[in-house]
């Protein structure tokens, strides 16, 4: 079992930054890669961010030079920087993991965490 709690959501101004947190426990020995999904009301989850264990990343178009996603493997935290955010960035943000067998976004969740984008 993996346990993936969030933090870091909140109430921004558009062009402000959010850091998104999202700490692993349990057998994560297992884990080959964690991500970041989000998913805004009345659309469908879509895949932010995704880093694997030995750094590689991989970022949504819609992301890619304002978002950056980190690890820090004593910590077993995986981060997601959001800087110039806009209301569009608006959603529930949730952590991801990724094991053999069990693709990135068909296996462990995080509970989300919320991010409001005011223009």
């Known amino acids: 079992q993996v346990q993936l709690e969030e933090s870091g959501g909140g109430l921004v101004q558009a062009g402000g930054s959010l850091r998104l947190s999202c700490a692993a426990s349990?057998?994560?020995?297992?884990?080959?890669?964690m991500g970041w999904y989000r998913q805004a009301p009345g659309k469908q989850r879509e895949l932010v961010a995704t880093i694997t264990r030995d750094g590689s990343t991989y970022y949504a178009d819609s992301v890619k030079g304002q978002f950056t996603i980190s690890r820090d493997n004593a910590k077993n935290t995986v981060y997601l920087q959001m800087n110039s955010l806009k209301p569009e960035d608006t959603a529930l943000y949730y952590c991801?993991?990724?094991?053999?067998?069990?693709?990135?976004?068909?296996?462990?969740w995080g509970q989300g965490t919320q991010v409001t984008v005011s223009s």
């Open positions: 349990g057998s994560i020995f297992s884990i080959i890669a």
């Open positions: 991801a993991t990724q094991r053999p067998g069990h693709p990135m976004g068909r296996d462990y």
